[in-house]
């Protein structure tokens, strides 16, 4: 099985800071990876598909880069609507796994 | 506009069984990969089944494999899980999600139902 690593498991960020979030996998997974936004008991929510491909609708102030084995997500000016966990998920082959989380924290 | 709708959680003694079920409206479910994933309370998201358009590719998680059966119904638009042996750490919210590209494996989930919960708990 891929094993997802996700870093910081948690930050606390200021409205307007720039975050980026890490993941790597435990083989090389290509661009084969996904990330998941998910609020309080709220369903998640997908934001970035194919490791750097927006999904239709989500603001642009996100972005995600990388390739192979490391991979991350930026969130260019935090809002306070995006405080929330995110999650990385590798489509790669079965199992489908997911990172533990993020939370992103306000400071 | 797509919709997901699970039904089917609850509470049950470990070793029962329960059925969920997803009701998908807005788009057709032979089309596309389905799958359900997992959400323990407190805990991240785990993957834990999923089925082609088609019905013939299947997959599941190592911690379900030999007690749950993921199937479809085509004719009614409904995805399905029947969970048996259940324990404990099956106790979860269950969301059924929709794949974003119409092939034969997972690439991204793109829709979410709002989940049922499953409790095991004597």
């Known amino acids: 099985d891929i094993q997802m690593t996700q870093s910081p498991s948690s930050l606390s960020a200021s409205v307007g800071d720039r975050v980026t979030i890490t993941c790597r996998t435990s083989?090389?997974?290509?661009?084969?990876l996904n990330w998941y936004q998910q609020k309080p008991g709220k369903v998640p929510r997908l934001l970035i598909y194919?490791?750097?491909n927006l999904r239709s609708g989500v603001p642009s102030r996100f972005s995600g880069s990388g390739s192979g084995t490391d991979f991350t997500l930026t969130i260019t000016s935090l809002l306070p609507e995006d405080f929330a966990i995110y999650y990385c998920?590798?489509?790669?082959?079965?199992?489908?796994?997911f990172g533990h989380g993020t939370k992103v924290e306000i400071k | 506009e797509v919709q997901l709708l699970e039904s089917g959680g609850g509470l049950v003694q470990p070793g029962g069984s329960l059925r969920l079920s997803c009701a998908a409206s807005?788009?057709?479910?032979?089309?596309?990969?389905m799958s359900w994933v997992r959400q323990a309370p407190g805990k991240g998201l785990e993957w834990v089944s999923a089925?082609?358009?088609?019905?013939?590719?299947?997959y599941y998680a190592d911690s379900v494999k030999g007690r749950f059966t993921i199937s479809r119904d085509n004719s009614k638009n409904t995805l399905y899980l029947q969970m048996n042996s259940l324990r404990a750490e099956d106790t979860a919210v269950y969301y059924c999600?929709?794949?974003?590209?119409?092939?034969?494996?997972?690439?991204?989930?793109?829709?979410w139902g709002q989940g049922t919960l499953v409790t095991v708990s004597s």
């Open positions: 999600a929709k794949d974003r590209e119409r092939l034969v494996v997972v690439t991204a989930f793109d829709y």
């Open positions: 998920q590798q489509s790669y082959s079965s199992p489908w796994t």
């Open positions: 083989q090389s997974i290509s661009s084969y």
């Open positions: 194919a490791a750097s």
């Open positions: 807005g788009f057709t479910i032979s089309s596309y990969v």
């Open positions: 089925i082609s358009g088609s019905g013939g590719s299947i």
